[in-house]
């Protein structure tokens, strides 16, 4: 079983940076796929990140140049560094850990973005 619990949200304005966090707890965190996904009011989920346990990278072409996806496996942190948000990012931001057949979530964070 594998626990998820996002942080780092917030207020921000166009322009400015956020950085979300994701504290994984339970087993295999480090050869678990870990990433972001997003749902703005009104529509379905998207895919923003995700890190393989090897650090390979990959963004949704909304997001690229302007996130970064990092994993610290010693502290069974993801993080999700932000810059350049723009209102469009505005949305409840949810962490997920895929092993196996399995994904977990997050309850997720809360990203506003005011023009």
């Known amino acids: 079983q594998v626990q998820l619990v996002e942080s780092g949200g917030g207020l921000v304005q166009a322009g400015g940076s956020l950085r979300l966090s994701c504290a994984a707890s339970?087993?295999?965190?480090?050869?678990?796929?870990m990433g972001w996904y997003r749902q703005a009011p009104g529509k379905q989920r998207e895919f923003v990140a995700g890190i393989t346990s090897g650090g390979s990278t990959n963004y949704a072409d909304s997001v690229k140049g302007r996130f970064t996806i990092s994993r610290d496996n010693a502290k069974n942190t993801v993080y999700l560094q932000m810059n350049s948000l723009k209102p469009e990012d505005t949305a409840v931001y949810y962490c997920?850990?895929?092993?196996?057949?399995?994904?977990?979530w997050g309850q997720g964070t809360q990203v506003t973005v005011s023009s």
């Open positions: 339970g087993s295999a965190f480090s050869s678990n796929t």
């Open positions: 997920y850990s895929r092993g196996g057949a399995k994904t977990y």
